[in-house]
T-cell receptor, first 114, second 112 residues
Framework: DAGVIQSPRHEVTEMGQEVTLRCKPI?????LFWYRQTMMRGLELLIY????????DSGMPEDRFSAKMPNASFSTLKIQPSEPRDSAVYFC????????????FGPGTRLTVT | GENVEQHPSTLSVQEGDSAVIKCTYS??????FPWYKQELGKRPQLIID?????GEKKDQRIAVTLNKTAKHFSLHITETQPEDSAVYFC???????????FGTGTQLKVEL
């Protein structure tokens, strides 16, 4: 398996624009997690899915953030409108059994909002 | 919910010395404790994990210990090498919610 795939790897956008980050989990993994990493806040869990269903979105910072998982092999994280404070590295991770199993991280998307 | 505290935030050692990173957790129901290593510009990757039915686990130069009573666990790296320089994260899972709660990370620097 190619591992967790994320796109784009880098995104530079202007404040107010819509940003869509994409993730393809490892085949057969039932859990998918979206994290945000910054120097100030470290690694924050934004939302996670089990069998394509959102389970816990308490980490989503504002209504500007939304996430979907239309099928087992694809998820998106959307920010609309984007703001400079959204600049961070966004990781997607997948695992077989959620919190009791290894999470495999994707390479991340480095987002810069100017 | 679960709260994981990690210390120290930065650690500098001489090559060949040992390094110890400590974490505490709050949820007594947590039963899975992984450690991730993140090199600069890279993704976090699992280096070792321990479950609550085990007190210690070793893998070559790294080991993890768990004290369930005190709710703390530690990562030990012996004979450190420059390639051990990275950020290390502890995490706890298996309690409330099927997710991992990460510590704030330790920047380890191994100096020649």
């Amino acid at each position: 398996d190619a591992g967790v795939i994320q796109s784009p790897r880098h995104e530079v956008t202007e404040m107010g624009q819509e940003v869509t980050l994409r993730c393809k989990p490892i085949s057969g993994h039932d859990y998918l997690f979206w994290y945000r990493q910054t120097m100030m806040r470290g690694l924050e869990l934004l939302i996670y899915f089990n069998n394509n269903v959102p389970i816990d979105d308490s980490g989503m910072p504002e209504d500007r953030f939304s996430a979907k998982m239309p099928n087992a092999s694809f998820s998106t994280l959307k920010i609309q409108p984007s703001e400079p404070r959204d600049s961070a590295v966004y990781f997607c991770a997948s695992s077989l059994r959620g919190g009791i199993d290894e999470q495999y991280f994707g390479p991340g998307t480095r987002l810069t909002v100017t | 919910g679960e709260n994981v505290e990690q210390h120290p935030s930065t650690l500098s050692v001489q090559e060949g010395d040992s390094a110890v990173i400590k974490c505490t957790y709050s949820d007594s129901a947590s039963n899975y404790f992984p450690w991730y290593k993140q090199e600069l510009g890279k993704r976090p990757q699992l280096i070792i994990d321990i479950r609550s039915n085990v007190g210690e686990k070793k893998d070559q130069r790294i080991a993890v210990t768990l004290n369930k009573t005190a709710k703390h666990f530690s990562l030990h790296i012996t004979e450190t090498q420059p390639e051990d320089s990275a950020v290390y994260f502890c995490a706890a899972g298996g309690g409330g919610g099927n997710k991992l709660t990460f510590g704030t990370g330790t920047q380890l620097k191994v100096e020649l």
